[in-house]
C-alpha cells in the first residue's frame, strides 16, 4: 500500500512539473498554433524517413524522394533501388526503402488505393492495433499520426525530447524512447501535447543541446536535475552528453 501511495505521490509530482515546464516553455516561446491536420501519408512517410538521422537529413531524403516520385503511387512500380538512391542522404536508406514499399503495398491491399484515411474513423487504440504490427511503424510514428495528421491528444518523443525529458527529471534516466511513448501519454498536462512537444524539441536545439548545453541561459535551470539551483553553473556530465 505505502508503495502505491509512493508511486501515486510520484506521478502527481511529476505531472506538477510537467504543467510548470510547460507554462515556462510557453512563457518564453508562445503558444504553437494547431494546423489543418496534415496529409497521413505524408506524415508516415517522413517519419520513417526521420529514423535514426536528423531533420535537415530527413528533409534531404524526402525532397529526394518526391523529385524522383512525385505520386505515392510511383514507389510502388519497379524495384526498391531507385528508391534507395533517391533517400540515400537520410541514412539507412535500404532498410527505409524496403519499409515504405511494403507499407504503401500494405494499404493499396487493403484500401484499393494508397490513402490512410481510413485512420479517421478509428480510435487511438484501433489504429496501434491496425497499423502498429507493421514493420517500420513504431511508437513514434503512431503518436505523430495521431497528433500532427488526425490532431489528437498523443506525443511522439525525439531525441531532443528525450533528452531533455531526462535532464529535467521527467523521463527516467536509462529509458528508451520506445517506452518514453508510454511514459509520457498520461503525464502531459490535457490539451498541451503539442505545445509541449513543439516547445521542448525548441529548447533542446536552442538551449539545451546535447552537447555543451547552453545552462547558464536556461529559464528551466530550476527544474534541471543536473543544475546546482543557485543559477550559475552546471556540470553535464560526458555520459548525459551521449544521450
Ligand atoms: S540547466 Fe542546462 S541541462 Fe538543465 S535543462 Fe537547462 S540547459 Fe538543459
Redo the contacts with the bound molecule.
Keep these: 500500500m505505502r508503495k502505491l501511495d509512493r508511486s501515486w505521490q510520484e506521478r502527481r509530482h511529476l505531472q506538477a512539473k510537467l504543467i510548470k515546464v510547460t507554462l515556462l516553455l510557453e512563457k518564453k516561446y508562445g503558444i504553437p498554433r494547431r494546423r489543418r491536420p496534415g496529409n497521413l501519408l505524408k506524415i508516415l512517410i517522413e517519419t520513417i524517413l526521420s529514423q535514426h538521422t536528423n531533420d535537415q537529413n530527413r528533409d534531404r531524403a524526402y525532397r529526394g524522394l518526391k523529385k524522383q516520385f512525385p505520386h505515392w503511387g510511383d514507389l510502388l512500380e519497379g524495384n526498391t533501388k531507385k528508391v534507395v538512391s533517391a533517400i540515400r542522404e537520410g541514412g539507412l536508406a535500404e532498410q527505409k526503402a524496403r519499409r515504405i514499399r511494403e507499407i504503401l503495398h500494405w494499404i493499396k491491399k487493403r484500401e484499393g488505393k494508397l490513402s490512410l484515411s481510413f485512420l479517421r474513423k478509428m480510435d487511438s487504440d484501433e489504429i496501434q492495433a491496425t497499423i502498429g504490427p507493421l514493420k517500420g511503424i513504431g511508437p513514434k510514428t503512431i503518436h505523430c499520426l495521431l497528433l500532427f495528421g488526425l490532431g489528437r491528444e498523443a506525443f511522439p518523443v525525439d531525441t531532443h525530447i528525450l533528452r531533455?525529458g531526462k535532464?529535467?527529471g521527467f523521463i527516467l534516466e536509462g529509458m528508451e524512447a520506445d517506452a518514453a511513448h508510454a511514459w509520457m501519454t498520461p503525464l502531459v498536462p490535457k490539451k498541451k501535447s503539442l505545445s509541449l512537444h513543439l516547445n521542448l524539441i525548441r529548447?533542446g536545439r536552442s538551449?539545451?543541446?546535447a552537447k555543451n548545453?547552453?545552462?547558464d541561459?536556461?529559464?528551466?535551470?530550476r527544474?534541471?536535475?543536473?543544475?546546482d539551483q543557485d543559477g550559475s553553473s552546471?556540470q553535464?556530465k560526458q555520459r548525459?552528453v551521449n544521450i
Design positions: 531533455v535532464r529535467l529548447f538551449i539545451c543541446k548545453p547552453s545552462c541561459l536556461c529559464f528551466l535551470r527544474q534541471c536535475l543536473r543544475s552546471l553535464v548525459e
